[in-house]
C-alpha cells in the first residue's frame, strides 16, 4: 500500500543526444543534488526535429548508462518520436500519437527496434513511456509480447493494474502539493526554464522524504485492477486536464491575435 503521505515520483521526457544541453545539465543537476532514482524516458532513434535543440552530445549514451548504474528506471519512450497519427488514445490527453491507430505489425517493429537500439547502448528499459500518451490496445498487447510489465501513465494515484501491465501513474507537470498517493512529475528538459527548475527545486527540498522510485513505489504497493469510483475520477481528471489545456491554447491564440491587431 501507497504510504499515507503523497510521494513523488520524476520522469524526465524526450532524453537523446539532441536534447538541449544547457537545459539537461540543470535536470541533472538536480537528480544528483537529491539523488534521485528518476524515469528517464529515452527516444532511441530521435527523428522529431522540434527536438533536434543541441548538436548530438557524444557522452549522452554514457550519462544513461550511469545514471542507470545510479538506479534511474530507463523507460522506453517511443521509437522516433514522430507523432503522426490522430487517433485516439487510451489516455486521450493529446490528439496526436506515435503509436496510437498505427497496425500492430508497425507498432511491433517499431517497439521491438527501439529496445534493441537501447540494448546495444547497454540500456535495459524496463518500463514504457508513450511519447504525448498516445497508444492503444495493440501497443499493449505488444509490450506484453517484448517483456515490458510497466507502463508510466494514468492518472489514477497510485500503481494498478490494466490490460496485463502494471501502471505508474503520471499526472503532474510541475510541482503540486498533494495529501496522498503516487504522483508522478513529468519535466521536458528541452522547455524547462530557470525559474520551473529553481521552483522544482525548492519542492524537492521541501519535499524530500517525500521522495520515491519507480522501485519503492512497486514495493509499497500491491497493484490491483481500479475500482468504478477510481475509474470515475480517472474520467474526470482526464476532462479537466483536456479542458484547461484547451482554454490555454485559446488564450494564446486570441493573445497572439490581439498583438497582430496593435502591432
Known amino acids: 500500500m501507497i504510504p499515507q503521505s503523497a510521494q513523488y515520483l520524476l520522469r524526465f521526457d524526450d532524453l537523446c543526444p539532441t536534447v538541449s544541453r544547457e537545459r539537461w545539465q540543470h535536470c541533472r543537476s538536480l537528480i544528483e543534488e537529491f539523488r534521485l532514482q528518476p524515469i528517464l524516458a529515452i527516444i532511441p532513434d530521435n527523428q522529431d526535429p522540434e527536438l533536434q535543440v543541441s548538436p548530438p552530445n557524444p557522452q549522452f ?96 494515484p497510485r500503481p494498478f493494474l490494466r490490460d496485463g501491465l502494471i501502471w505508474i501513474p503520471q499526472q503532474l507537470w510541475a510541482p503540486v502539493e498533494k495529501p496522498s498517493g503516487l504522483w508522478t512529475i513529468c519535466v521536458h528538459p528541452n522547455a524547462a526554464s530557470d525559474a520551473q527548475i529553481a521552483d522544482l527545486r525548492v519542492f524537492l527540498r521541501s519535499h524530500v522524504q517525500q521522495i520515491t522510485s519507480v522501485d519503492r513505489a512497486l514495493a509499497d504497493a500491491l497493484p490491483n485492477e481500479p475500482s468504478i469510483v477510481e475509474r470515475i475520477d480517472e474520467t474526470l481528471a482526464s476532462w479537466r486536464i483536456r479542458t484547461a489545456r484547451a482554454k490555454k491554447r485559446l488564450q494564446g491564440s486570441v493573445r497572439k491575435h490581439v498583438a497582430y491587431q496593435t502591432s
Open 61 to 156: 549514451w554514457d550519462e544513461m548508462r550511469a545514471m542507470q548504474a545510479a538506479k534511474a528506471t530507463i523507460g522506453l519512450h517511443g521509437y522516433r518520436h514522430l507523432c503522426a497519427s490522430g487517433s485516439r488514445s487510451l489516455v486521450p490527453l493529446q490528439d496526436a500519437s506515435e503509436f496510437a491507430g498505427v497496425p500492430v505489425e508497425i507498432q511491433r517493429l517499431w517497439i521491438h527496434e527501439g529496445m534493441r537500439m537501447l540494448r546495444e547502448q547497454g540500456l535495459n528499459a524496463s518500463i514504457w513511456v508513450a511519447p504525448r500518451h498516445g497508444f492503444d490496445a495493440n501497443t499493449l498487447r505488444v509490450l506484453r509480447a517484448e517483456g515490458i510489465k510497466l507502463l508510466s501513465d494514468g492518472l489514477i
